[in-house]
């Protein structure tokens, strides 16, 4: 399929549908309406499909949840303060083990915030974010194109774990225009989860459920969660490298904000400065042996998000010390050019005695 | 030898958990009874709440997802949604559904979505202990209004069903009680109806039951069966509320 000029929002409900995508439960917020938009004009008339403009983001989740437990694959999409309401389910979804795709173009916080683009919600999104021992993974493209492979990704993943999969994207790459392929063709005939709830016809009953009385029981579900959440560390985290062979100062940095790191080391690589960058593309599982790895070439990280600083506690986690790491950040919906990101990079690389 | 009572098919093998003179079991019974009567048993998922009937599904013999407390409505629309041929049914308290839960029901319900809400309405929070519900009785007192509930304060006891009849996507609507024989009766025909509205693909139905709670009404089974009649009941009027199937003898 020849390339088309997308918003974000809109690839992203797209390659949903060519996913196999059959439910799309969402509440309007900015930055990410096109996408229920483009749902509710794509996605509610196809055969076996259905679209709810839900009363809230509570009850647009635990429709999730439903449509889940059926065995089909189901979205909805928020950001930053909706997101905050649908951790209730979140955490019903993580403990009945139903996957299903959560989209958060996240925006200035705290509160109501700002509806700019921002990255203040990697806390909760990378630490479950909902009541209870669990994660989620984690996906942070920083473009059009990535939106929409990473929304298949993300599918793939939720059914093969069994586990909600959260797209974190921002305001930023939800509203912007950019040429995207998409590589697969809508299914026809959609496949159910054998392990769903459908009516016990043919099999006995089943329950899903997530309490108990019995703690030993529940620590069990707690054991069971965690080793896949292992499996899930040890192969499912990703990352990119760009340009640290050399590099005496590695940033890191995600989602828009390493797109922003990208052309702002393209300035300073111009002026002779070796820098690369380490973009962690799961940010949970956290691409812990990809920082320890580049900490064997350059002790020196500078850590850049567009919050007040959150995945740098862990960057310094995984460094376990042996690097120092410094930090920019511009919190509230604030987007910081290259320009400036150069400047901030130059003067920590002088600063640190790179030179 | 004729066997005129058994255990329906839709129930497990199992011994309810509920108190002497609870409600939950007779109309857990009830709806199994039902289930077995349209021959839906394959085909039916059923929302239980937290709360007292938290354990629901480990009586009924049907496929059962457990919901958040009040969402019950939202999780059955969304398997509604995925799965259409499916019978579901939410079985909520009165904390559940009248309390945190009221707006996932009243929408369920505008959007007419063809679910099946079970309602039980026992005036009380049962299993954290007793406090006051939204639909507490003036006076009634709880653990949260030892004083008794004081209209200044707690304000009045929110008439639910009368609320999901206004919404246009409800077509059936009834309150019943499980008070005495012939209301536990009257009870079953409800819930056939509303479970057979459904499967006429017709609207929302849902059926309110008026349940005892002797352990937190500080009464004998047998005074609480009284106080459904002397008091609940006048607050809470026993029966239609709306009947917009076309099918007036259903059930």
């Known amino acids: 399929m020849p390339e088309v000029l997308m918003n974000g929002n809109s690839a992203i409900a797209e390659a949903a549908i060519r996913a196999g995508c059959q439910c799309y439960f969402g509440y309007p917020i900015t930055p990410q309406n096109e996408l229920s938009e483009y749902m509710a004009l794509n996605l509610s008339r196809r055969k076996g499909c259905s679209f709810v403009q839900a009363e809230s ?69 990378t630490r479950g974010g909902g009541h209870g021992d669990y994660r989620t993974i984690v996906l942070a493209p920083s473009s059009v194109p990535e939106l929409a492979e990473f929304t298949h990704r993300a599918f793939d993943l939720a059914d093969k774990y069994l586990v909600p999969v959260m797209i974190l994207g921002d305001g930023m790459l939800g509203q912007m225009m950019e040429p995207v392929a998409f590589h697969h063709e809508a299914p026809e005939v959609f496949s159910v989860r054998s392990r769903s709830l459908r009516g016990a016809k043919g099999r006995p009953s089943r329950i899903f459920k997530t309490f108990t009385s019995k703690p030993a029981e529940l620590e069990e579900l707690n054991w069971s969660l965690f080793r896949r959440y292992q499996l899930i560390q040890k192969e499912e985290t990703t990352s990119e490298a760009f340009l640290t062979d050399d590099a005496r100062l590695i940033i890191v940095a995600f989602g828009i904000a390493a797109r922003i790191a990208r052309g702002a080391i393209k300035t300073v690589r111009a002026e002779g400065l070796k820098v690369g960058m380490l973009r962690p593309i799961t940010l949970w599982p956290f691409p812990t042996e990809a920082v320890k790895e580049a900490a064997k070439k350059t002790k020196q990280f500078l850590v850049f998000e567009m919050n007040m600083g959150q995945m740098v506690d862990d960057v310094k986690l995984a460094l376990e010390g042996k690097g120092k790491v410094s ?27 790179l030179t | 030898m004729k066997k005129v009572y058994t255990r329906p098919k839709s129930l497990k093998p199992a011994v309810f958990h509920y108190c002497p003179g609870c409600g939950h079991s007779i109309v857990h019974r009830l709806i199994a009874e039902v289930i077995d009567e349209l021959g839906i048993q394959e085909k039916v998922v059923g929302v239980p709440p937290p709360g007292c009937s938290v354990f629901a599904y480990h009586y009924f013999d049907v496929d059962m997802l457990e919901s958040a407390h009040g969402r019950g409505a939202a999780v059955a629309t969304g398997m509604k949604r995925a799965n259409p041929d499916c019978i579901v049914f939410t079985y909520q308290g009165d904390g559940d559904l009248a309390a945190i839960g009221t707006a996932e029901t009243v929408h369920a319900a505008n959007r007419g979505e063809r679910i099946t809400a079970i309602f039980i309405n026992n005036a009380v929070y049962g299993m954290t202990g007793g406090q006051m519900a939204p639909t507490t009785l003036l006076e009634q007192k709880t653990t949260t209004t030892p004083y008794g509930r004081d ?22 609507v009834e309150r019943t009680a499980v008070n005495s024989p012939a209301n536990i009766r009257k009870t079953k025909k409800a819930i056939k109806k509303a479970f057979q509205t459904q499967i006429d693909g017709l609207g929302f139905a849902l059926v309110e039951v008026l349940s005892p709670c002797p352990t937190n009404w500080k009464m004998t089974p047998r005074e609480s069966w009284q106080w459904i009649d002397d008091v609940m009941s006048k607050e809470f009027p026993l029966g239609l509320i709306k009947d917009e199937t076309g099918n007036k003898n259903a059930g």
């Open chain 2, 151 to 172: 209209l200044k304060v707690e304000g009045y006891p929110i008439r639910m069903s009368e609320i999901i009849a206004l919404t246009r996507g409800a077509v059936y």
């Open chain 1, 327 to 353: 930090f920019y950040g511009r919190p509230g919906g604030v987007i910081p050019t290259p320009s400036e990101v150069a400047r901030v990079i130059s003067r920590i690389y002088v600063q640190e005695g």
């Open chain 1, 57 to 125: 983001e509570l009850a647009a989740i635990n429709m999730v949840y439903g449509a889940s437990a059926a065995g089909v694959r189901v979205m909805t999409s928020s950001s930053s303060p909706g997101i905050s309401l649908k951790q209730e389910g979140i955490s019903y979804l993580a403990a009945n083990e139903l996957p299903c795709v959560i989209v958060n173009m996240s925006r200035g916080g705290p509160g109501l915030g700002s509806i700019s683009a921002a990255q203040s919600d990697y806390f909760q999104a």
